[in-house]
């Protein structure tokens, strides 16, 4: 049997040697994924704790029977985000593909990108927690974090969403909120807990479409 040729063992290192590195990016960069879901969910249940602060603040600098009208409000209130079309259940959101998920978290963090900047203006004197421009900026952190995990999907494939560069109907819709109007004030911190909790269960279903679970619940 003859012997394999310097040339033949030389080619043979130097493919192993290829497909090793491929390797180590691919585990780069899905390392680089994970840590960047866990830092975009990180941020969102921040969001959504300080929404849930800021409407608790707000509630207790009511009197009672003020408290007591602004909670029949709620349910029946209309919110900028309606407009999203968006999972409208536990059953359609774990069935919504990993995409879908972090592209409607990304049309809801864009959506209050104007209106953050009211949360504490118009209700400044009864809130204790995060001030208009913090919020604003942890929400541009956030946008800017989904919109890479996004490219990361679609991998170099163009962007076939045009929802995506559309303007939001009525995007100053919460910014003719008066300032001494309770009932605005209120659905504008409503409407805010409500849509950081939609984006904190989507991109946890999203992480969990990444590793290829299915079982994703809520």
């Not at 203006?121 to 919020?135: A, D, E, M, Y």
């Amino acid at each position: 049997m003859k012997n394999k040729s310097p040339s033949f063992l030389l080619l043979a290192l130097v493919l192993l040697s290829v497909v090793l590195v491929s390797l180590l990016v691919n585990q780069g960069r899905a390392s680089d994924n994970q840590r960047l879901f866990n830092n975009a969910v990180i941020r969102v249940q921040h969001l959504h704790q300080l929404a849930a602060k800021m409407i608790n603040d707000f509630e207790d600098s009511l009197l009672p029977e003020e408290r007591r009208q602004l909670s029949k409000i709620f349910p029946l209130s209309f919110c900028n985000s309606d407009y999203i079309e968006a999972p409208t259940g536990k059953d359609e959101t774990q069935k919504s593909s990993m995409l879908k998920l972090l592209r409607i978290s990304f049309r809801l963090i864009e959506s209050w990108e104007f209106p953050s900047q009211t949360l504490s203006g118009t209700i400044s004197n009864s809130l204790t927690v995060g001030s208009p421009n913090q919020i604003t900026e942890k929400l541009a952190d956030l946008k800017m974090g989904i919109s890479v995990l996004i490219k990361g999907c679609l991998d170099g494939q163009p962007n076939m969403d045009d929802n995506d560069s559309l303007p939001l109907p009525f995007e100053d819709f919460y910014l003719t909120i008066g300032e001494n109007n309770l009932r605005e004030s209120f659905r504008l911190l409503a409407c805010f807990k409500k849509d950081m909790h939609k984006v904190e269960t989507y991109l946890r279903v999203a992480n969990c479409r990444r590793s290829l679970d299915s079982n994703c619940t809520l």
